[in-house]
């Protein structure tokens, strides 16, 4: 089958090369300033279906060749302090396209979002989204999902060290949200408490946050939402661009150091980076947590066509993450002054290898999106020598296949089919999760309608899983008994969005969704070192079943924007895994031939309600003046036993003053201040969590462009929790009460002061 599945692609790669070159079609246009009608230089003009963007020229004018002859595309158009401009255009037509830009002090008031089953506006699409750029995501943070926290309204992270965070999105993480590259969907070891999201966090062009269940579009695992990221478009024929950026981060000593180089030559594209990331243990109020270093190295690249009839791109990246892990026992020295590099054990050693082939055929007005995948990651963790004590070695085959029908009337269908196969098997000494064989298929249908001023959309999915453990037995016991486990399910969703005027709309959604429990909750039985518990799971575990509704309000104008949203989501059948009863086990060890006692932590089912609200308010005063806030809270109930949901972030309250003076000489100068208010945490699962107090942490940035010829050269400087604040995150693994219930003290302090100087040079050639 694998043999298969790779001559295939091949195959389907051939075909696109030697494919008859069908009629192509040449897009030229203008950018202009609506007011005074002066061309404006520099523009970025893209189309995000097509993978291909340009920057208008000297004259403001813009060209895209080798483009459908026909259909209807949305076109991008993006310039510093104005007014982003989407608008879908028919490719049939002849006449050059003007795009008059107004100047506004906000610039992303209406973006193109794609991760949906259609690509859109936002202001034209029901799911609540928040679009990250990459300026965004250089904020001294130590990873991607670090990064979007700081930013993207109801989005937290379940923290372990400063290397591993995993993305909660309206209080859901885990299995719950999907994280999409490279248009499939990422698969490593989502199971774990410490296990992160393996890619590189400087690879992404944007991020699209999407919130609430994705399920109708990515099937199982999307009850929360999706992480969306997105790689570089593609430059115009004939040009190169790169960049390159460098930071370095005072408090753990983390260097993030990238490179990134791209092309288009008569339509065969191309682009390649490298990252390299090291750092010694981060520093808290109290000294550097011992053994918390990490060092990441990454490849990625395409390479690919561009033509008239689509696109097909071949994508690959390796991954590879060192990291070093808290070990201790109440009562261990946690901290110590040492700001060494080198890693001790126990640590973990994580190798993501990715291969997808990207294609988008174009077939008259229809076209047909094909992603093929291939992923392997191997998670070995080191208890005390380079044998790992666990390694888990997991293959996963996938495809999605979208084909998009022409216009009937303002009415877009799309059909959908999906399929994956996952292939995990244990080398390691030890074993805690059984080998097992994970099959998957789905189909879905969705339709959007717009007229006037709304749109309307409606889909249903169905989902087939089938989850096979392999029965283990070891000196004569058995350690796995073994399942084959067969979930099915019909999901459906309605969307509605309506625009009353240019600075007012109203979303909202509602509708079903399933998860199937993951092969780690149906099998495991044994210690898992890395959260420091035994894990035991059920193999009577029933599919989650998600109802959610949710519904926001956006504005827009030149001085206010800002959105409010509520939400609820009812899941029967949420699973968890809790310790009950105080229960423990003793095990032996093998590396030291001791016994060791450990929590008992076992797979069960609740029925669970999560609400609450989130958004933002952004106030422009004056147009150098920026008072940016975000806010989220989610309120989560443990249905069955009367009782709060565990992992629950509290509510957060982002407050940014941002002052954008002009400066000869000088380009985007900015001075920021922030204060970040997160609320106490009171509502816990007592049986064994701890509640976490109230905290308020204050940041600082201070930035400019500099011209270094036709180059622009960004630094800047970032200070976060500048007063060295003490505090426990809710959701950070190593705070009180998370290792240890015999000594509710035992906790790390998250990090403390970080300041980080960095550099951004993009640079290329605008033929």
């Given at each position: 089958?694998?043999?298969?599945?790779?001559?295939?692609c091949?195959?389907?790669?051939?075909?696109?090369?030697?494919?008859?070159?069908?009629?192509?079609?040449?897009?030229k246009?203008?950018?202009?300033?609506?007011?005074t009608?002066?061309?404006?230089?520099?523009?970025?003009?893209?189309?995000?279906e097509?993978?291909v963007?340009?920057?208008?020229?000297?004259?403001?004018?813009?060209?895209?060749?080798?483009v459908?002859?026909?259909?209807?595309?949305v076109?991008?158009?993006?310039?510093?302090?104005?007014?982003t401009?989407?608008?879908?255009?028919?490719?049939?037509s002849?006449?050059?396209?003007?795009?008059?830009?107004?100047?506004?002090?906000?610039?992303q008031?209406e973006v193109?979002?794609?991760?949906?089953?259609i690509?859109?506006s936002?202001?034209n699409?029901s799911?609540?989204?928040?679009?990250?750029?990459k300026?965004?995501?250089?904020?001294?943070a130590t990873?991607?999902i670090?990064a979007l926290t700081?930013?993207?309204?109801?989005?937290s992270?379940?923290?372990?060290?400063?290397?591993?965070s995993k993305?909660?999105?309206r209080?859901l993480?885990?299995?719950?949200?999907?994280?999409?590259s490279d248009?499939v969907?990422q698969?490593?070891?989502?199971f774990?408490?410490?296990?992160?999201?393996?890619i590189?966090q400087n690879?992404a062009e944007?991020?699209e946050?999407?919130r609430?269940?994705?399920?109708?579009?990515?099937?199982s695992?999307?009850?929360?939402?999706?992480?969306n990221?997105i790689?570089?478009?593609s430059p115009?024929?004939?040009?190169?661009?790169?960049?390159?950026l460098?930071?370095?981060s005072t408090n753990?000593g983390?260097?993030?150091?990238s490179?990134?180089?791209?092309?288009?030559?008569?339509g065969f594209?191309?682009?390649?980076r490298g990252?390299y990331?090291?750092?010694h243990?981060?520093?808290?109020?109290?000294?550097y947590?011992?053994?918390?270093?990490?060092?990441?190295?990454d490849?990625?690249g395409m390479l690919?066509?561009?033509k008239a009839?689509?696109?097909?791109?071949?994508n690959?990246?390796?991954?590879?993450?060192?990291?070093?892990f808290?070990?201790?026992?109440p009562g261990?020295e946690l901290?110590s002054?040492?700001?060494s590099?080198?890693?001790?054990?126990?640590?973990?050693d994580i190798?993501?290898?990715?291969?997808?082939?990207?294609?988008n055929?174009?077939m008259?007005?229809n076209s047909?999106k094909?992603d093929?995948?291939?992923?392997?990651?191997?998670r070995?963790?080191?208890?005390?020598?380079?044998d790992?004590?666990l390694f888990?070695?997991l293959?996963?085959?996938s495809l999605?296949?979208k084909?998009y029908?022409?216009?009937?009337?303002?009415?877009?269908?799309?059909?959908?089919?999906?399929?994956?196969?996952?292939?995990?098997?244990?080398k390691?000494?030890e074993?805690?999760v059984?080998?097992y064989?994970?099959y998957?298929t789905?189909a879905?249908?969705y339709?959007?309608?717009?007229?006037?001023?709304n749109?309307?959309?409606?889909?249903?999915?169905?989902?087939?899983?089938?989850?096979?453990g392999?029965?283990?037995?070891?000196d004569?016991?058995?350690?796995f008994?073994?399942?084959d486990n067969?979930?099915s399910?019909?999901?459906?969703?309605?969307?509605?969005t309506?625009?009353f005027?240019d600075?007012l709309?109203?979303?909202a959604?509602?509708?079903s969704a399933?998860?199937?429990?993951n092969?780690a909750?149906?099998g495991?039985?044994?210690v898992?070192?890395?959260?420091?518990?035994y894990?035991v799971?059920?193999?009577?575990l029933?599919p989650e079943?998600?109802?959610?509704?949710d519904?926001?309000?956006e504005?827009?104008?030149g001085?206010v924007?800002?959105?409010f949203?509520?939400?609820?989501?009812?899941i029967h059948n949420?699973?968890?895994a809790?310790n009950?009863?105080?229960e423990?086990?003793t095990?032996?060890?093998?590396?030291?031939?001791?016994p060791?006692s450990?929590?008992?932590?076992?797979?069960?089912q609740v029925?669970?309600n999560?609400y609450?609200?989130?958004?933002?308010?952004?106030?422009?005063?004056v147009?150098?003046?920026?008072f940016?806030?975000?806010?989220?809270?989610?309120?989560?109930?443990?249905r069955s036993?009367?009782?709060p949901?565990?992992?629950?972030?509290?509510g957060v309250?982002?407050?940014?003053?941002?002052?954008e003076?002009?400066?000869?000489?000088v380009?985007?100068?900015?001075?920021?201040a922030?204060i970040?208010?997160?609320?106490k945490?009171?509502?816990?699962d007592?049986?064994?969590?701890?509640?976490?107090?109230?905290?308020?942490?204050?940041?600082?940035?201070i930035g400019a462009?500099?011209?270094?010829?036709a180059?622009p050269l960004?630094?800047?400087?970032?200070?976060?929790?500048?007063?060295n604040k003490?505090y426990y995150?809710?959701?950070?693994?190593?705070?009180?009460g998370?290792?240890?219930?015999?000594?509710p003290?035992?906790g790390?302090?998250?990090?403390?002061?970080?300041?980080?100087?960095g550099?951004?040079l993009?640079?290329g050639?605008?033929k």
């Amino acid at each position: 089958m694998k043999l298969k599945l790779i001559i295939s692609c091949f195959l389907l790669l051939f075909i696109q090369f030697t494919a008859s070159a069908a009629d192509f079609n040449t897009i030229k246009g203008k950018v202009i300033d609506a007011k005074t009608n002066e061309t404006l230089i520099g523009a970025v003009v893209s189309i995000p279906e097509l993978h291909v963007s340009v920057a208008t020229n000297a004259n403001g004018e813009f060209t895209f060749r080798s483009v459908p002859t026909k259909g209807r595309y949305v076109v991008q158009v993006q310039y510093l302090s104005y007014k982003t401009i989407t608008q879908t255009i028919d490719f049939a037509s002849t006449t050059p396209l003007v795009f008059a830009m107004q100047a506004s002090v906000v610039e992303q008031h209406e973006v193109v979002i794609t991760g949906t089953p259609i690509t859109a506006s936002s202001r034209n699409n029901s799911t609540s989204a928040t679009v990250v750029t990459k300026d965004q995501l250089q904020s001294g943070a130590t990873n991607l999902i670090d990064a979007l926290t700081r930013v993207a309204p109801g989005v937290s992270q379940i923290t372990t060290s400063q290397a591993i965070s995993k993305p909660v999105i309206r209080g859901l993480s885990y299995n719950r949200v999907v994280t999409l590259s490279d248009g499939v969907k990422q698969q490593g070891q989502q199971f774990g408490d410490e296990h992160g999201i393996e890619i590189d966090q400087n690879q992404a062009e944007r991020v699209e946050v999407l919130r609430g269940a994705a399920s109708l579009m990515y099937g199982s695992d999307a009850l929360g939402g999706v992480i969306n990221i997105i790689d570089p478009a593609s430059p115009a024929e004939g040009n190169i661009k790169g960049e390159v950026l460098s930071s370095y981060s005072t408090n753990s000593g983390l260097t993030n150091t990238s490179l990134m180089l791209a092309g288009n030559e008569n339509g065969f594209v191309w682009r390649g980076r490298g990252t390299y990331q090291n750092a010694h243990g981060f520093k808290t109020p109290d000294g550097y947590l011992i053994n918390s270093g990490f060092n990441q190295t990454d490849f990625n690249g395409m390479l690919g066509v561009n033509k008239a009839w689509g696109y097909s791109h071949l994508n690959f990246s390796y991954y590879k993450n060192n990291i070093g892990f808290f070990d201790a026992e109440p009562g261990d020295e946690l901290y110590s002054n040492s700001t060494s590099r080198t890693l001790d054990y126990p640590r973990q050693d994580i190798r993501h290898y990715k291969l997808a082939l990207n294609n988008n055929f174009i077939m008259g007005s229809n076209s047909l999106k094909l992603d093929l995948g291939f992923q392997k990651n191997q998670r070995r963790e080191l208890e005390n020598s380079p044998d790992p004590s666990l390694f888990f070695d997991l293959n996963t085959y996938s495809l999605d296949a979208k084909y998009y029908l022409h216009d009937f009337n303002g009415w877009r269908p799309v059909f959908g089919i999906s399929a994956s196969l996952g292939h995990s098997v244990n080398k390691g000494e030890e074993v805690l999760v059984p080998a097992y064989d994970e099959y998957s298929t789905g189909a879905f249908g969705y339709v959007k309608k717009t007229w006037d001023q709304n749109t309307f959309s409606a889909g249903l999915r169905f989902d087939y899983i089938q989850n096979k453990g392999k029965q283990l037995t070891l000196d004569g016991e058995e350690v796995f008994t073994g399942f084959d486990n067969k979930f099915s399910n019909v999901s459906g969703a309605l969307g509605y969005t309506h625009i009353f005027n240019d600075v007012l709309s109203f979303k909202a959604n509602a509708g079903s969704a399933f998860r199937a429990p993951n092969p780690a909750e149906l099998g495991s039985n044994g210690v898992h070192e890395g959260t420091n518990r035994y894990e035991v799971g059920s193999g009577n575990l029933s599919p989650e079943r998600s109802y959610q509704a949710d519904a926001t309000l956006e504005y827009g104008s030149g001085f206010v924007t800002g959105s409010f949203g509520i939400y609820e989501n009812y899941i029967h059948n949420y699973i968890y895994a809790s310790n009950n009863n105080n229960e423990q086990i003793t095990v032996t060890e093998e590396s030291t031939g001791l016994p060791r006692s450990f929590d008992v932590y076992r797979y069960g089912q609740v029925n669970a309600n999560l609400y609450g609200f989130e958004g933002n308010l952004t106030l422009h005063p004056v147009s150098f003046l920026h008072f940016e806030n975000t806010f989220s809270y989610t309120r989560a109930q443990n249905r069955s036993f009367d009782r709060p949901l565990p992992l629950i972030p509290a509510g957060v309250l982002h407050n940014s003053l941002r002052f954008e003076p002009k400066v000869k000489g000088v380009h985007d100068f900015y001075i920021s201040a922030g204060i970040d208010n997160y609320f106490k945490q009171s509502r816990v699962d007592a049986t064994f969590e701890t509640p976490t107090a109230a905290y308020t942490l204050v940041n600082a940035g201070i930035g400019a462009t500099f011209k270094l010829g036709a180059q622009p050269l960004k630094v800047y400087v970032s200070g976060n929790n500048l007063t060295n604040k003490r505090y426990y995150d809710a959701l950070s693994r190593l705070r009180p009460g998370r290792y240890s219930q015999e000594d509710p003290t035992f906790g790390v302090w998250n990090p403390g002061r970080n300041i980080t100087f960095g550099f951004y040079l993009p640079f290329g050639t605008n033929k």
